[in-house]
């Protein structure tokens, strides 16, 4: 998981390095997906490596850039930065969040002070002269701590599997899975295909039986179907919150009790 490491680069990412050509505002985008986040006053660093035309013009070409559309920082492309650029960019926790984090890199790019070619800034000229390249080896360094925040439904699926490839999921199945169940194993992979903007995962399909060592290569298996079809009474003795094997209900335990809230809605307290 992103939360474990600390330090990913673009590369790691999936992405190489990538150009953008012409002034005016020109943009690239990463996505950073996180499987946690800390809960502690530090920060995240950008280490940003890029190169650019020595023919910019210094005083009106800069580099800015954002996090989840929020502005970190802004650099000056001048003709010291322009074949080996580095920077270090300091990036706040509070802007990051559990999920797909955006970094967006703004390029605004002249090679000119004369207003007339300014005004043609989209002609073909413009292109070989103005261009900017952030190199795969950029890299984003966490921090080094372990007080991360504490994770709750709202953040699957992302926190609870490896970001990336969803490692160590499945959904369950019965035997005599129909419809329904499909439907609901359909609507619950276009959620993970959202998460992974698509690209491939390692999510498995298992048929639940009274076999439970089918479950035991994965992290976490997620039950489709009526309760009476899926639930054997071993596994239900695995649950955190077990079945009434009579009503189908959930049961209430030591560590983790029920509330009726408004709504007639059942809440759950750990």
Request: net charge negative; glycine share 6%; aromatic share 10%.
């Amino acid at each position: 998981m992103v939360g474990e490491l600390l330090s990913q680069t673009l590369e790691d990412l999936g992405y190489g390095d990538l150009s953008v050509y012409g002034t005016q505002e020109q943009t690239l985008q990463f996505n950073l997906p996180l499987s946690s986040t800390w809960s502690v006053d530090s920060e995240a660093w950008l280490d940003l490596h890029f190169n650019h035309s020595v023919l910019l013009n210094r005083n009106r070409s800069t580099l800015s850039i954002l996090i989840n559309s929020i502005p970190i920082s802004s650099i000056a492309l001048t003709p010291e930065n322009a074949e080996d650029g580095y920077e270090e960019v300091l990036i706040p926790l509070r802007y990051l969040e559990i999920g797909n984090n955006t970094i967006t890199l703004q390029a605004n790019m002249s090679y000119t002070n004369n207003v007339t070619d300014m005004e043609n800034y989209c002609t073909d000229n413009t292109y070989p002269r103005a261009w900017l390249t952030v190199q795969a080896s950029s890299a984003v360094r966490f921090p080094d701590v372990s007080q991360q925040t504490p994770l709750n439904i709202s953040n699957f699926p992302f926190g609870f599997a490896n970001p990336y490839s969803f490692e160590g999921f499945a959904y369950a199945l019965p035997e005599s899975a129909g419809i329904s169940e499909f439907t609901t194993l359909k609507d619950l992979a276009f959620t993970f295909g959202k998460a992974m903007l698509g690209n491939p995962t390692d999510i498995q399909l298992v048929y639940a039986g009274d076999d439970l060592a089918a479950y035991d290569a994965f992290n976490n298996v997620i039950l489709l179907g009526e309760v009476q079809a899926l639930v054997t009474p071993g596994l239900n003795d695995r649950l955190p919150l077990p079945f009434d094997s009579d009503t189908g209900q959930l049961e209430s335990t030591d560590a983790i009790m029920q509330v009726d809230s408004s709504g007639n809605q059942k809440a759950y307290l750990e």
